[in-house]
């Protein structure tokens, strides 16, 4: 993988409401997709990932993710989010076979009342 | 009980000083990375080690020395630490190279150089 978008810096939403988070990749080669999620002062944790198989990948939390691979895209989606929702949430590729993770520059997810 | 533990959870320092972070899992995997954290949160990977062996290693100035001495931790030393080292540092481990495990994540060591 050479890169990852994730074009949002931040996305503001009210309590109960939807949200998409989205994360683009480039890469000439197969890959492989995560989404982590960083709360204040704590490491990354996995949200969900995509192997192969079955595009739309659902993972803790509520949240799941669907890979498009003519877009090149792997957006991230809740139905209803919680205040506790509230983070930093990163998309990460690596290339079929390598364990090198490459990082978007996070979306910081910010819920209100 | 901690998966991924880093110590110290804090380091302050001046510039020039050598300083060690220190990285321990207990989850039984064979790989194990360094990641620097900047202050935009922009994470990049810097060393990876498999059973005590380098696997990645990134453009990372010669002053930043990682040492595995078992495949349970992962050490970080940096010398003549520099205003552009203050970032948080985060460890992680994962079972194999193949990239479809899970990496598993410290809380980090935030780093701030005087």
């Known amino acids: 993988a050479q890169s990852v978008t994730q074009l949002d810096s931040q996305v503001p939403v009210f309590e109960e409401a939807p949200v998409e988070l989205r994360c683009n990749y480039s890469?000439?080669?197969?890959?492989?997709l995560f989404w982590y999620v960083q709360y204040p002062n704590q490491g990354l944790q996995l949200l969900l990932k995509?192997?192969?198989?079955?595009?739309l990948v659902k993972g803790i939390n509520g949240f799941e993710a669907e890979f498009n691979k003519s877009q090149t895209s792997f957006h991230l989606r809740k139905p209803s989010v919680h205040i506790s929702d509230t983070a930093e949430y990163f998309c990460a590729v690596s290339d079929l076979g390598t364990d090198k993770l490459i990082f978007g520059t996070g979306t910081r997810l910010q819920v209100f009342p | 009980d901690t998966a991924v533990s880093q110590t110290p959870k804090y380091l302050v320092t001046q510039m020039g000083n050598d300083k060690s972070i220190k990285c321990e899992q207990n989850l039984g995997h064979d790989t194990m990375y360094w990641y620097k954290q900047d202050s935009k949160k922009f994470l990049k990977i810097m060393f990876s080690y498999n059973n005590k062996e380098l696997i990645i290693n990134e453009t990372v100035p010669n002053r930043f020395s990682p040492k595995s001495p078992d495949k349970a931790h992962l050490n970080l030393h940096i010398n003549s630490l520099e205003l552009g080292d203050s970032a948080v540092y985060f460890c992680a481990s994962s079972q194999g190279i193949l990239g479809n495990q899970p990496q598993h994540f410290g809380d980090g060591t935030r780093l701030s150089i005087l």
């Open positions: 890469s000439s080669v197969s890959v492989y």
């Open positions: 995509y192997l192969s198989g079955s595009t």
